[in-house]
């Protein structure tokens, strides 16, 4: 039995507005105004911290570095630790009431891990869920190509009311991320095996961002009825109320 999903193709927002925009939606969600929802869209260069980095002793200097690589910093309300994305990324927050499909947390890591992996393996992507030893934002739940490159990220934000989602697929264009988290890594202390950083496309040359989305679409299509929807101009004025819990000085 499929499940009805709001799918909306979106544009970046910018780093900051992203976030927010993903806390907006999980908003009406929660308060029954929107249903179970999918966002994608290819995210402006950001690396998006979790709470535990905020008390790493170089955390200034992480941040600094961010920016040194043209790479906007913002603070993740959602677990893990650095992690960084570009325009040759992808980024999927998926929120449903905290009564529906995919009830435990734990669940949801497993189900949606094999989903995505399952999708790119559409694309002859060797793509297994599993952390590499000496990853960034270390996940069990990761997805990896090859046991080489870790290429998807994932992590929830769960109430009582609804969950958020969210994943971030490096596609293309790996050095400026590999560069960045580098010395964001160093600054923050944390050691790191930057092999394990990179994109898809180190490993499958050509593949596209339009690949990628068009196969986890494909993929969510076997199991939800998607009906494709516009972020509309409340939610995004929505989200503002979020800006400042994301921003960092």
Known sequence: MSHHLEYIADTSKGAVRDLGVARALLDD????????????YQPQ???????????????PQATQAA???????????????????HLGSLVLDHMEPASTLYG??????????ELYASALRTLGVDARVGEIPGEYCPGEFSVNAAGRI????????????????SSSVIVTDPQPIRACLTDVEAALGVEWD???????SELHPGITVEDVKDAFLTAYATEWD????????EVIEASRAYDERHRLA
């Open 150 to 165: 870790k290429i998807i990220g994932t992590a929830q934000r769960v109430t009582n009311k609804g969950w958020l989602f």
């Open 104 to 113: 435990k947390t734990q669940e949801r890591f497993t189900q949606f891990g």
């Open 194 to 200: 930057p092999q394990t950083g990179g994109a898809l």
């Open 29 to 40: 969600v929660r308060n029954g105004t929107r249903g179970p929802t999918l966002r994608i």
């Open 67 to 85: 920016r040194a690589h043209g790479f906007t910093p913002a603070l993740r309300t959602l677990g893990g630790r650095a992690a960084a994305y």
């Open 226 to 233: 998607l009906c494709e929807t516009a972020l509309t101009s």
């Open 45 to 59: 260069p950001t690396v998006a911290f979790g709470a535990r980095d905020r008390f790493a002793e170089g955390f």
